[in-house]
């Protein structure tokens, strides 16, 4: 189909409901806006806005006002970076680089057609980016499930407490569309604690695959930025929100006879059942709903999902396995000082798990029931990652846990193996840092490693020259992207996880200057980042609290039901959503509250190369989840602190 065929589009999506969108542009008056990062600037970093306007703006002029409504920097307006819709045919570049004086701002636009810009901040890493961060914390704290919920205006009890004694089950057969199963669950007759643990995203399940990327990186950033996301913050401390996440990935690998689970609830039912994804409710009402009739009893009585390889022994899928081990590994670093026995537990784990990786998997990866919620295809840079932190967790030090398959060396040689199998593989450079590649991460981590190793690294199949060239080149093809775009978004608007790939983005370009001290990609990684903060065409920030515009009909079930639907407390601060996608989806179900209450989609007029809708039933552009909020801490802890702290 043409690219502006105002024809219906029509595509089946993960959660199986048949949208239709039109991206025909709306006929309306002249008009201009300016587009900024709502949460701020720093003030050393460069500066970019842009304005977007229906009709030419040659001639046009451009203020930067501070809040007494003096101009500190004026001039004219920057290159037209292209168009973005028939609607829109004009974006152009303010860069006010100059305004350095910390403060709050906005910036007016004089010529053919005027426009303002919201506020913003001009100030320190810390002052612009620390609430962000505490937001951030928020999200994980409220997406807590089981008896240790964290109490706060939106979350009142205690959620899924049957899942402390929760039944595992064989995966069943299923439709790979719909993800509907056939005939019954078949019980392994094992009964596990599968409590606690975050919910995925708008829904009540929970995913290894998921959890395992979120705690891998929220440990990272508590190791790497003591002070922002450690012991060293007092507003944004993730030490104990990794703790949790990590306890609960800790039961989902049982090490005592090498068992793996990977899943817990069911999206979707059969013509018997009644499964998470088809109903809206508080999670406190699952363990008694509608008195766990037969109909609902996966919904009181949560499936847990057994290795599809098998039980006890059985090869883990290697995706699984290497972020796994990544995360566990890490969770030894974090917590060896103050809790040894917690610490080589973490450590024994990752040893193990990763010993268990399937090296040579075949058809689709296990991800998710079913496999099209979460379609990972790469899996040797999990392996990379896996190796890599066992090999820094390990390295230099005495008094090891007895019973590790393997030692410090054999793990440097694996991350050398499998890094270079990445950079020679298919899937090299296909993707950029978020859930389903982590190279953005464990380029990083190894590069860092190499150095750390010496001599120890002469002869590997890989090196810090050729780790460092593959990041460069992720970094290169997002730059290419960003020449596209007229606002230089680095991913593609009309593609899932726009938000996610923003904050990765964001995050490569940083690790790319620490490592190498060029600025090659800073002024990108400031406009990438800022770009999922209100710098695009609809003018929105795409993280519930970051900004003066954000989502408030995301659809996630407690936001919907116990939070408000028009940006003021309480409301799921530090969300991030899907993004800008290619489609909005539609599909409601009984008791989900109208929003926007009065119906009207207010960003329709900026859809364009993309569709952004703030709709409750969008799912694809305003759902929220743990993956897609992960690269958001980190990009900001970069911003706040500039590098790591200490070696990794």
Same mark, same amino acid.
């Given at each position: 189909?043409?690219?502006?065929?105002?024809?219906?589009?029509?595509?089946?999506?993960?959660?199986?409901?048949?949208?239709?969108?039109?991206?025909?542009?709306?006929?309306?008056?002249?008009?201009? =806006?300016?587009?900024?990062?709502?949460?701020? $600037?720093?003030?050393?970093?460069?500066?970019?806005?842009?304005?977007?306007? +229906?009709?030419?703006?040659?001639? *046009?002029?451009? +203020?930067?006002?501070?809040?007494?409504?003096?101009?500190?920097?004026?001039?004219?307006?920057? *290159?037209?970076?292209?168009?973005?819709?028939?609607?829109?045919?004009?974006?152009?570049?303010?860069?006010?680089?100059?305004?350095?004086?910390?403060?709050?701002?906005?910036?007016? %636009?004089?010529?053919?057609?005027?426009?303002?810009?919201?506020?913003?901040?001009?100030?320190?890493?810390?002052?612009?980016?620390? +609430?962000?961060?505490?937001?951030?914390?928020?999200?994980?704290? +409220?997406?807590?499930?089981?008896?240790?919920?964290?109490?706060?205006?939106?979350?009142?009890?205690?959620?899924?407490?049957?899942?402390?004694?929760?039944?595992?089950?064989?995966?069943?057969?299923?439709?790979?569309?719909?993800?509907?199963?056939?005939?019954?669950?078949?019980?392994?007759?094992?009964?596990?604690? *599968?409590?606690?643990?975050?919910?995925?995203?708008?829904?009540?399940?929970? =995913?290894?695959?998921?959890?395992?990327?979120?705690?891998?990186?929220?440990?990272?950033?508590?190791?790497?930025?003591?002070?922002?996301m450690g012991a060293g913050s007092t507003n944004s401390n993730f030490t104990i929100e990794v703790r949790f996440g990590m306890d609960w990935l800790l039961k989902m690998w049982d090490d005592s006879s090498s068992t793996f689970y990977y899943q817990v609830g069911i999206g979707e039912g059969n013509a018997q059942t009644i499964a998470d994804h088809d109903l809206w409710r508080l999670p406190q009402a699952d363990d008694s709903f509608n008195n766990c009739t037969s109909q609902y009893r996966y919904i009181c009585d949560r499936p847990v999902f057994v290795n599809t390889a098998g039980g006890a022994g059985a090869l883990v899928s290697p995706n699984l396995a290497g972020r796994m081990?990544?995360?566990?590994?890490?969770?030894?670093?974090?917590?060896?000082?103050?809790?040894?026995?917690?610490?080589?537990?973490?450590? @024994?784990? *990752?040893?193990?798990?990763?010993?268990?990786?399937?090296?040579?998997?075949?058809?689709?990866? @296990?991800?998710?029931?079913? =496999?099209? =919620?979460?379609?990972?295809?790469?899996?040797?840079?999990? @392996?990379?990652?896996?190796?890599?932190?066992?090999?820094?967790?390990?390295?230099?030090?005495?008094?090891?846990?007895?019973?590790?398959?393997?030692?410090?060396?054999?793990?440097?040689?694996?991350?050398?193996?499998?890094?270079?199998?990445?950079?020679?593989?298919?899937?090299?450079?296909?993707?950029?840092?978020?859930?389903?590649? %982590?190279?953005?991460?464990?380029?990083?981590?190894? $590069?860092?490693?190499?150095?750390?190793?010496?001599?120890?690294?002469?002869?590997?199949?890989?090196?810090?020259?050729?780790?460092?060239?593959?990041?460069?080149?992720?970094l290169d093809k997002a730059v290419a992207q960003g020449n596209t775009d007229p606002f230089g978004f680095g991913f593609p608007w009309n593609v899932y996880d726009t938000t996610s790939h923003g904050g990765g983005i964001s995050v490569m370009a940083a690790e790319y200057t620490f490592l190498t001290g060029a600025n090659t990609y800073a002024a990108n990684a400031n406009r990438w980042l800022g770009n999922i903060l209100g710098a695009n065409a609809w003018g929105t920030s795409l993280i519930v609290g970051d900004g003066t515009t954000f989502p408030d009909c995301m659809q996630h079930q407690v936001a919907n039901l116990a939070g408000t639907l028009n940006g003021m407390p309480p409301v799921l601060l530090g969300a991030a959503v899907e993004g800008p996608n290619s489609i909005a989806a539609k599909g409601t179900l009984s008791g989900m509250r109208t929003c926007p209450v009065n119906g009207v989609d207010v960003f329709a007029q900026f859809n364009g190369k993309a569709v952004y809708k703030d709709f409750v039933q969008s799912y694809s552009t305003v759902e929220p989840a743990i993956d897609l909020t992960a690269s958001s801490f980190l990009a900001f802890s970069w911003q706040v602190a500039g590098a790591p702290s200490g070696t990794p």
């Open positions: 189909m043409p690219k502006n065929s105002c024809s219906p589009r029509m595509k089946r999506f993960n959660k199986t409901i048949l949208v239709f969108a039109f991206l025909c542009p709306l006929a309306l008056a002249q008009t201009a =806006f300016v587009r900024v990062n709502q949460v701020g $600037y720093l003030p050393t970093q460069t500066k970019r806005a842009y304005l977007m306007s +229906s009709a030419s703006e040659t001639g *046009a002029t451009f +203020s930067v006002k501070n809040s007494s409504g003096t101009t500190v920097f004026s001039g004219p307006i920057g *290159a037209n970076l292209g168009s973005w819709s028939k609607t829109y045919p004009n974006v152009y570049a303010l860069d006010f680089d100059n305004a350095t004086s910390v403060g709050t701002y906005t910036i007016t %636009v004089s010529g053919p057609i005027a426009a303002a810009s919201p506020s913003f901040k001009i100030d320190t890493g810390a002052n612009v980016y620390s +609430s962000a961060l505490a937001n951030s914390l928020f999200y994980y704290e +409220s997406e807590r499930d089981g008896p240790n919920f964290i109490g706060n205006s939106l979350r009142t009890a205690a959620a899924h407490l049957k899942d402390q004694t929760a039944k595992a089950y064989l995966t069943p057969n299923y439709n790979a569309g719909s993800g509907r199963f056939s005939g019954d669950l078949t019980p392994t007759g094992v009964t596990l604690d *599968a409590s606690g643990g975050w919910w995925d995203a708008g829904d009540y399940l929970k =995913f290894v695959q998921t959890t395992s990327y979120t705690v891998a990186l929220m440990a990272a950033g508590v190791r790497d930025f003591p002070n922002q081990a990544a995360a566990f590994a890490i969770c030894y670093r974090l917590f060896k000082a103050t809790d040894i026995n917690y610490a080589n537990q973490c450590l @024994l784990s *990752a040893d193990h798990i990763y010993s268990h990786a399937n090296t040579a998997p075949s058809g689709n990866l @296990l991800t998710a029931i079913p =496999f099209s =919620f979460y379609p990972e295809t790469e899996w040797r840079d999990d @392996l990379e990652l896996g190796a890599t932190e066992l090999y820094l967790a390990m390295r230099g030090v005495t008094g090891l846990p007895t019973g590790l398959t393997h030692n410090a060396t054999f793990y440097l040689q694996q991350a050398a193996h499998w890094a270079n199998a990445y950079i020679t593989g298919p899937g090299d450079a296909a993707d950029t840092l978020n859930l389903y590649d %982590v190279t953005g991460f464990a380029h990083f981590d190894l $590069y860092r490693a190499l150095g750390l190793a010496g001599n120890a690294a002469t002869g590997l199949e890989t090196n810090q020259a050729a780790v460092l060239g593959d990041l460069k080149k992720q």
